[in-house]
């Protein structure tokens, strides 16, 4: 089984700075031209299913990879991006100011961290793999399924900590770009990260686009 797991575009509060978490954001211009892009470089050519978080910003996104491929989007609310409670709509400028010891654990010791009303990373951890083990097991029959899941930045990399057994202190030293591509393998229940964090196709649409004047 193949596993194809994607952030979602860029959103408005991507670009303004504003932290999201479980805040409903979709898409900017850019993000569903990111998620276009990506929809026709999509390095899969065969999908059999594709899930996402039930956030606006990564079902969009999920939307239109299912689209070129004719399917509908599957919803796991277990793939929702981590809650920062009363962090959201803020941006780490102004948390500095007013919680200076907060956002250096955020960065230095995340696993540590108990964001005000908002998770915990190992409570992210938790249901990020109770989602995914979900929809590898509505696929058990058909070793070689291959499948789309849109989700998060931080969930991603809860989950790519979780599979390579890397402290949930190092979760920032994984990347996650807006329309990051990660592909999984599964083979009897052990999981192989063969890609991590490829925009590809986005490099890929600027050559061809520069291709286009010559």
């Not at 978490?21 to 026709?40: C, M, N, V, Y």
């Not at 409670?85 to 230095?108: A, I, M, S």
Request: proline content about 3%.
């Amino acid at each position: 089984m193949k596993i194809m797991l994607v952030r979602h575009g860029e959103t408005y509060w991507n670009a303004s700075g504003k932290i999201q978490g479980r805040s409903d954001i979709e898409l900017s211009p850019t993000g569903i031209e990111q998620a276009k892009i990506l929809a026709e470089f999509c390095p899969f050519e065969k999908v059999d299913a594709v899930y996402s978080s039930d956030l606006k910003r990564a079902k969009m996104t999920a939307e239109i990879l299912a689209e070129k491929f004719g399917l509908s989007v599957q919803l796991v609310p277990e793939l929702r991006e981590v809650s920062f409670g009363d962090w959201e709509g803020n941006n780490f400028d102004n948390l500095q100011k007013t919680e200076p010891e907060n956002v250096e654990k955020f960065f230095k010791r995340p696993d540590e961290l108990k964001i005000p009303n908002g998770e915990t990373f190992a409570e992210l951890q938790a249901r990020a793999m109770v989602g995914l083990k979900k929809i590898i097991a509505a696929h058990a029959n058909d070793e070689n399924s291959q499948i789309i899941i849109g989700a998060h930045g931080a969930i991603n990399r809860a989950i790519l900590c979780a599979i390579l057994d890397i402290p949930l202190r190092k979760i920032w030293a994984i990347s996650q770009f807006n329309t990051a591509v990660n592909i999984l393998r599964v083979d009897d229940g052990a999981f192989t990260v063969d890609l991590v964090n490829s925009t590809a196709h986005l490099e890929r649409a600027q050559f061809v686009s520069r291709q286009s004047w010559s």
